[in-house]
């Protein structure tokens, strides 16, 4: 459920809006965008989830199972530490500014993919027995 105060679409997702606060035609292009590539990520057959949230945890959008109701506010906040423990790993060993650009962890029965961005964090799920 979105924070209080936070508009929503009536699917229940969070818009992305305009510089001031309202939706935009260059926001309304970013929707169609984000909404176009979770289906072309979610038509994958081996794909079981599809996620974007913010940095800070909350789900912006998301597809597939997985990720409905407590699922996917556990997935969020483990892939949150997940992100922010790694890149703080590679701070104290790397002097120099490296950025954590994509990470891919395999389980037995998952493969989590994520890409990570300043603002948002790209999770998709996928059965690798597939």
């Not at 936070?6 to 001031?20: D, F, K, Q, Y």
């Not at 961005?117 to 690798?128: F, G």
Request: proline share 6%; with cysteine; charged share 25%.
């Amino acid at each position: 459920m979105p924070s209080q105060g936070v508009s929503t679409e009536p699917n229940g997702a969070i818009p992305l809006l305009g510089p001031n606060g309202t939706p935009s035609a260059s926001a309304a292009t970013a929707n169609l965008e984000v909404e176009i590539t979770i289906e072309r990520l979610s038509a994958h057959k081996n794909v079981r989830g599809v996620m974007i949230c913010s940095r800070e945890g909350p789900i912006i959008r998301h597809a597939g199972a997985v990720f409905d109701g407590e699922s996917g506010k556990k997935y969020a906040a483990v892939v949150k530490r997940i992100v922010d423990s790694v890149v703080l790993g590679l701070e104290e060993v790397n002097e120099s500014n490296d950025e954590l650009k994509f990470m891919r962890i395999r389980t037995k029965r998952h493969e989590i993919m994520i890409s990570p961005d300043e603002r948002y964090l790209l999770v998709v799920i996928q059965d690798p027995s597939l």
